[in-house]
């Protein structure tokens, strides 16, 4: 058992060379992998742990993490690091994973139900919880960086101003926001551009914030948020946009979620899918599945744009903002830590181990692994009108 | 018969209301479709050349228009925008249809010594001949506009510089060339980059013309073309480009040319694919793949990104220079009919016609039809120290 897992050790050392670790077996044994001082020390509980790990991948080091029976001190953003690597997944495309794969897919057959009780597992832990680690304007999706400097408060402004340039936004436009969260996009649309804007969310939490935000800002003649599953939205639009939530539609529903777009958009409107990707199909995380996103699905890149094309959207612009994803990640980590003390009083240790290594493995994921952030810009069937150059996001 | 085809110019009229066009039918007859002033009359010299068009479409139409007995007075690009209309194409989506896809696949299975003829057949037609209607750089792909007002000369020079802009090109460092026609490419990035770099093409006037203006720029110790097939070009280069070429590869021969792609480039290194593609899959267009491109395969876009996937290329950033290339295709026609007089003294009256059906279209496909123009970056792998937007490429 320990020998093996000393190899698997070994192996993953060999292609992290640039990461030293030590690890304590549960026989009190120790042992330190790589050259230097150790980034991080992972202590084994119990034999039953390696076990896990071994038979388990993610979801077994995840749930022995969880319960205490394996402790990380030091760099924890190091170890999501070390199990980011690519080639672990490859070693692991055997039987199992396409089991998984199976799995993966069923779990994410996302019926109007099955979708609402998803949405609320993972958005409804309170809006208290959130704000200890989000920034001022509840932004939940990856922020945009013009600098490494940025906070992340103007990472996030930067990121919609990104977008209502991208999308072209116009005085008096309409726009839709499927997965509008707590408002962010719609307030900042309307705020600065000046638009119309109807969102949805099945977070009752969210609307119930970005109705009173909205309110606060003298803004309820302009944007409002319903709770309303995508399927159900109608109405006809200027512009479109949805940020971060097409990552829970589920591969089944990809098509019944762009022909939705495609009906809410006026013809030659433009649109703009901000999603987790990858160019790649890779095993599921099976741990993130059951504990954190149940019914998530992230999409590969070719599915996208085929479903685009299938149903009449164009595609017009495509921005992979990856690194932006791992810094947002690794930002809301700190925060995170630094009130980790307020998340113990409001839930148990299993939910702080939990978190702690969703928002550390979702940052590895964005800065070593295979996720993506993508920007889409379409257009609904062609648009001949646009400016030539992509010149005026720019200026 | 004459029922039959009032009924399909009937209905593409109604799709096409902006049109108003003269029909002069065999027995002397004639009709105007459309509101207003004809932008053209077609004159059909026998009732057999409009039974082909309603059997084999556009290769129907091709042929009997090459042939003369069809003639065509006034605005040819208008005739062709009414062939573009995408109606037309899901009309055909039948037997065969899908019957034209296999022929076209077996068509496209593009061997090293298939390749050499075709790409042979389409640029070996004489130097002269491309530089009666090509600008002085000999650039034969899509250009880039900043503006309308732009002549065809300067945005070929916008669309190299966009290029070693989006690649990031620095002193010195080496470029790889795939399909790199009369060299535009590689000698402006010698002359304003100091690259060094080698392009290939299966032209030998492509290789000759080439070579020769490298030296009469004296160029000769930085850059270098030669004949070769892409899957045999060697080495590791710091940069790749191919621009246009890939529309040559066909279906079967993607992933050999990304596999290539992937050899030639450094780890972390980026590319630049610059292609004809289209978001969705359309029945083939048999008057081209049989007069124009012979072994041309237009690639979908998700087969593009899901082929990088597969191969470790990771998409960065896509743009849709759809419009660009109908501008540029415009030009060129206009140039060509400017020196047809030239043209005829060259080849006869069908070629003629040929080219000129070609090249309107084209045009009429990217400005109303299915075609795109999808300028790709990628990085072999990941690269994590890109910068952060693309501010880089318009400053």
Redesign the interface.
């Known amino acids: 058992m320990k020998a093996m897992l000393d190899k698997l050790l070994l192996a993953l050392s060999k292609i992290n060379s640039d990461i030293c670790f030590e690890i304590r077996f549960w026989d009190g044994e120790s042992k330190t992998y790589g050259e230097g001082k150790p980034a991080f020390v992972l202590t084994f509980g119990s034999e039953r742990a390696a076990k896990r790990i071994l038979r388990d991948g993610a979801l077994g080091f995840g749930e022995e993490y969880m319960d205490g029976n394996i402790n990380v001190d030091g760099d924890f953003s190091e170890l999501m690091h070390l199990g980011a690597t690519p080639t672990i997944e490859d070693i692991k495309l055997s039987l199992p994973t396409k089991l998984g794969f199976l799995l993966q897919h069923l779990r994410t057959l996302n019926s109007a139900s099955r979708s609402a009780k998803n949405i609320s597992y993972h958005y409804d832990r309170g809006n208290d919880f959130y704000k200890l680690w989000l920034d001022e304007s509840m932004t939940y999706s990856c922020a945009?960086?013009?600098?490494?400097n940025d906070t992340l408060e103007k990472a996030q402004q930067q990121k919609y101003e990104h977008i209502c340039r991208k999308l072209q936004l116009k005085k008096g436009e309409t726009l839709a926001d499927i997965g509008c969260g707590w408002g962010g996009m719609l307030i900042y649309a309307a705020k600065h551009y000046g638009i119309k804007g109807v969102g949805c969310t099945l977070s009752r939490a969210q609307v119930d914030y970005g109705q009173q935000k909205i309110r606060a800002e003298g803004l309820e003649d302009q944007v409002s948020i319903i709770y309303q599953d995508y399927r159900k939205l109608t109405g006809t639009f200027d512009k479109f946009v949805s940020i971060g939530m097409f990552e829970h539609v589920g591969k089944n529903y990809i098509p019944t979620f762009l022909a939705k777009v495609h009906s809410l958009l006026k013809p030659s409107g433009l649109g703009l899918l901000h999603t987790i990707g990858?160019?790649?199909?890779t095993p599921p995380d099976a741990w993130t599945l059951k504990y954190i996103f149940p019914g998530g699905y992230i999409p590969?890149?070719?599915?996208i744009?085929?479903g685009?094309?299938?149903t009449g959207?164009?595609?017009?612009?495509?921005?992979?903002l990856r690194?932006?994803y791992a810094m947002t990640l690794e930002e809301w980590s700190k925060r995170y830590e630094a009130n980790v003390a307020a998340v113990r009083k409001m839930f148990d240790e299993r939910f702080v181990r939990m978190w702690r290594m969703f928002l550390n493995g979702s940052a590895a994921g964005f800065?070593?692994g295979t996720t993506?952030l993508y920007q889409i810009v379409f257009t609904n069937g062609?648009n001949?009108s646009?400016p030539?150059?992509?010149?005026y996001?720019?200026?």
Chains 1, 2 share one sequence.
């Not at 945009?144 to 490494?148: G, K, P, T």
């Open positions: 945009y960086f013009h600098s490494e990858k160019e790649k199909a590969i890149l070719d599915e744009v085929r685009m094309g299938k959207l164009v595609p017009n612009d495509m921005e992979n690194i932006h800065r070593y993506r062609l001949n646009l030539l150059t992509r010149q996001i720019y200026s």
